[in-house]
């Protein structure tokens, strides 16, 4: 479990990023994070693996203090994946970029090499493996990324903004990838503001706002609250906007995906007609 | 404003091309939204627009390309500068200066445009796109909407017909997104700017557009009114990820439930929902 | 990093010094550094540095001097202790003025500069630069050099927390062993700078750079009054430095 009490943060002083959070990040969670630009994500999930220290309270990684551990043995159990891949490629293969981490870790060459195999595979990264990550596009770097993390088996995943400069196909691919590895029962945090990749996962929302978090719930209660979301600075899913206004004739308010949604609405139609 | 006749485009060194037999016309005060799956070209196309392609990047290239009824292969970018416009992805790499104003002058200054001139466009540019207050500020002050919308300015600043946007939005939030999308629109209905923008967030850029162009591998896959093409067969427009409304609208459609075309937007649905079931 | 890059980053404002004409300011430290390099010994170099404080207060600067001086002053501290050695050993006179008055050097130097850089918009700056007849692209890559030290200082912060959380350790008694664990940044840093510089170049072009001869320039330098009466002071200054060392002959205060 990781356990945040009271955490308060501040990269210059007077200037508070994160205020009095407090939160917990349970074995087997599916959450994700979410809040505009400059709430305070990204600062947050750098305090899971002691990249950053709280200025005030706390925090707790399976009961380990951050501030008595090094960043290294922390983030042998908790993988951090940054937004920008580009701030991590430098290997000349991509069998290597995946291979630095383990030897970082100690594993021995037998078990570097089944590892790299395995997450290879994967994620449909076979056919690059001896290809220079830095030639790569750039959905196919984030998978890199993703995969010289997932290669030394953290038990918690932690993801900054997966989804920026992805098209529709590779987040679809990743929600899929995710929810398989969060049901296989990782851990798995997902940092991100958008609305409709959150919208058809099923796990638990943390909301922050400028440094707070201000809400934490289910998908469906959390994506629902036109308040909340307005707060948070986020968009409704635009078929919460759809049938938002239909609850009053007994309608879900929840509704995510397009096939749910039409069935609902087929069915239903005669009560709709009288409404 | 835009025609692009038969062209195709290989980057230097590379095996294949990555523009392939691409026509397209768009005429003045059109807002043309761009969409298909990574890679298959978008970029490419943009920079074809204001003659990054081929006086920047090289490669080989043949068909025609005229924008604002100048020859894009015989003018470079600096000349085209003037009449079109790109505005790229990464607001940061755009921004060059100390200040918002010094940023916006920079390009009126190449122009050879007298201090006075250069001092009017850019508090007319700066209000069109409403970060008038930020004139003094530093480009890393600024969040990312604010910083694109300075990025706008910089381009509009310089007067031109026609405005490329590639993919504006994508490293910002919904709320600063929404925001670019809502000032491009303007621009385009105010101003009478033609405006092209590459765009992922298809339910927010829709709803402004005239016209939508889908690529994919290089080509054209489609090219016509937004409700008509989301209308039409759903399986070849999979990887571009159509807006969630109309894809319901389409199911329904198809069930005889209520007519076509596809809403771009919740409340467009809902109300044409109302007035099926009430006839 | 015992030297903040902060310690020359312009700070904003719109004081007296901030408003001064960066050719004057410029001046200004050139007849510190002068000072500074003719006169020896401890006393006159305490008066430079000490006259620096007013010019500081009159920018509003006080406090982001303070933290160069004393960011420099381990630097300083080395100097001493190095000349001290040095002397005591060899067979100059008076070992410790010399080398109080060395790390003063140094100080002095550094901190002239870092007032010029606190004051001194990059854009102003690279005004200066063009005036003095160096061509516009030149200084315009200072400027764009100094808006991005900035960015790529938290680029580098980035990367070095990426590796971090792969394990990768930057502690550690083996130099050669630290230096080759500095390759995952350096590697991406590089490889970011490049990327972005393509960037900016597309940027430049599409913005219409080098359309025309003859550039025009929104701002240009006007020579004021005040800069005139700073000119003035800073001439006066000069004079006096040099009087100073030819014909006044300097106490030494310690040792
Ligand atoms: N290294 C830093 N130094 C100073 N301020 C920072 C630094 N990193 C982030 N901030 C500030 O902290 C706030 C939260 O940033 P961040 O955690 O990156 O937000 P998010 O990930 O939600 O977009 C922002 O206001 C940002 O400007
Ligand atoms: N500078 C370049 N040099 C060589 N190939 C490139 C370059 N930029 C893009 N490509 C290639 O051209 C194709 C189209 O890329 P791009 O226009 O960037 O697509 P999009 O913008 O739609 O994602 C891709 O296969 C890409 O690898
Ligand atoms: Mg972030
Ligand atoms: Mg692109």
């Not at chain 2, 629109?185 to 700017?193: D, H």
């Amino acid at each position: 479990m990781i356990r945040l009490e009271k955490v308060s943060f501040s990269y210059l002083p007077g200037v508070e990023v994160l205020k009095d959070v407090t939160l917990e990040v349970r074995e087997g969670d599916f959450l994700a994070v979410m809040g505009e630009n400059g709430a305070g994500k990204t600062t947050l999930i750098k305090h899971f693996n002691g990249l950053l220290k709280p200025t005030q309270g706390r925090v707790l990684v399976d009961d380990v203090d951050t501030g008595s551990a090094t960043v290294a043995e922390l983030s042998r159990k908790v993988g951090l994946v940054f937004q920008n891949p580009d701030h991590q490629l430098f290997s000349e293969t991509v069998e290597d970029e995946i291979a630095f981490a383990l030897k970082n870790f100690g594993f021995n060459r037998a078990e570097i090499e089944e590892r790299t195999d395995q997450v290879l595979r994967l994620l449909s990264l076979e056919e690059y493996r001896q290809a220079s990550p830095l030639t790569l596009s750039g959905g196919e770097k984030k998978r890199v990324a993703l995969a010289s993390v997932l290669a030394w088996d953290p038990k918690y995943l932690i993801i900054d903004e997966p989804t920026i400069g992805q098209d529709y196909e590779q987040k679809s691919n990743l929600r899929k990838f995710l929810s398989e590895i969060s049901r296989e029962g990782r851990t798995v945090v997902v940092v991100t503001h958008d609305v409709e990749f959150v919208a058809e996962c099923s796990c638990k929302i943390l909301l922050m706002a400028a440094g707070r978090v201000i809400a934490s719930g289910p998908v469906e209660e959390v994506l629902t609250d036109r308040e909340l979301i307005k707060k948070g600075a986020l968009t409704l899913p635009q078929l919460v906007e759809v049938f938002d206004p239909l609850s009053r004739l007994g309608f879900p308010k929840a509704v995510f995906g397009v096939e749910e949604a039409s069935e609902l609405l087929m069915e239903n139609l005669r009560r709709l007609k009288r409404g | 404003m835009i025609e692009i006749e038969e062209l195709v485009y290989t980057y230097p060194e590379a095996g294949k091309p990555a523009l392939k037999d691409v026509n397209l016309q768009i005429r003045k005060g059109e807002f043309v939204v761009l969409a298909g799956p990574s890679g298959c070209g978008k970029t490419t196309l943009c920079r074809c627009l204001n003659g990054l392609i081929p006086h920047f990047y090289g490669g080989d290239l043949s068909g025609k390309i005229q924008v604002a009824q100048l020859d894009v292969l015989s003018h470079p970018t600096r000349e085209l500068a003037q009449h079109v416009g790109l505005v790229f992805q990464n607001p940061e790499n755009q921004l060059f200066s100390l200040t918002v104003e010094r940023d916006v002058a920079f390009g009126l200054e190449n122009l050879g445009l007298p201090p006075a001139e250069i001092r009017r466009r850019i508090d007319w540019a700066l209000e069109a796109v409403g970060i008038g207050k930020l004139k003094d500020s530093a480009p890393h002050e600024l969040s990312g909407g604010e910083q694109q919308k300075a990025a706008i300015a910089c381009v509009l600043a310089m007067r031109p017909s026609v405005m490329v946007f590639d993919e504006p939005t994508s490293f910002l939030d919904p709320a600063s997104a929404k925001s670019i999308m809502e000032t491009v629109a303007k621009l385009n209905r105010e101003l009478g700017i033609t405006v092209l923008m590459v765009e992922h967030r298809l339910e927010m850029a829709l709803k402004h557009a005239s016209r939508m162009v889908v690529m994919e591998k290089g080509g054209i896959l489609a090219d016509g009114d937004p409700r008509e093409i989301l209308s039409g067969a759903a399986e070849k427009l999979r990887g571009i990820g159509i807006p969630k409304v109309a894809e319901l609208h389409r199911l329904l459609a198809e069930k005889n439930l209520i007519p076509p075309p596809v809403s771009l937007s919740p409340e467009e649905f809902s109300a044409k929902l109302m007035e099926a079931l009430n006839r | 990093m015992m030297i903040h890059y902060k310690s020359f980053k312009f700070k904003k404002g719109f004081t007296l010094l901030h408003r001064l004409d960066p050719r004057v300011k410029f001046f200004l430290a050139c007849v510190n550094v002068v000072g500074a390099l003719v006169l020896g010994k401890t006393l006159p170099l305490l008066v430079i540095l000490a006259s620096m404080l007013p010019l500081t207060v009159v920018g509003r600067i006080t406090k982001e001097w303070l933290t160069v001086l004393k960011g420099a002053s381990v630097f300083a501290a080395v100097i001493f202790a190095l000349n001290f050695f040095f002397s005591v050993v060899g067979v100059t006179g008076r070992p410790l003025d010399f080398s109080i008055a060395m790390a003063l050097r140094f100080l002095i130097l550094i901190s002239s500069f870092s007032i010029f850089f606190l004051t001194t918009a990059p854009d102003d700056f690279s005004l200066a630069v063009q005036k003095a007849r160096i061509p516009f692209d030149v200084s315009f890559a200072l400027t764009m050099a100094m808006r991005f030290v900035p960015v790529l200082a938290a680029e580098a912060r980035s990367i070095a927390d990426a590796q971090r959380s792969r394990g990768l350790e930057l502690e550690g008694r083996n130099l050669l062993r630290r230096a080759k664990n500095y390759l995952p940044i350096l590697i991406p840093l590089v490889a970011n700078s490049l990327r972005r510089s393509m960037e900016l170049a597309e940027a430049m072009e599409s913005r219409g750079y080098g359309v025309k001869k003859q550039r025009t320039s929104l701002y240009s330098l006007k020579f004021r009054r005040t800069d005139l009466a700073a000119l003035g002071l800073a001439v006066l200054a000069l004079f006096f430095i040099v009087f100073t060392r030819i014909y006044v002959k300097i106490p030494t205060i310690v040792g």
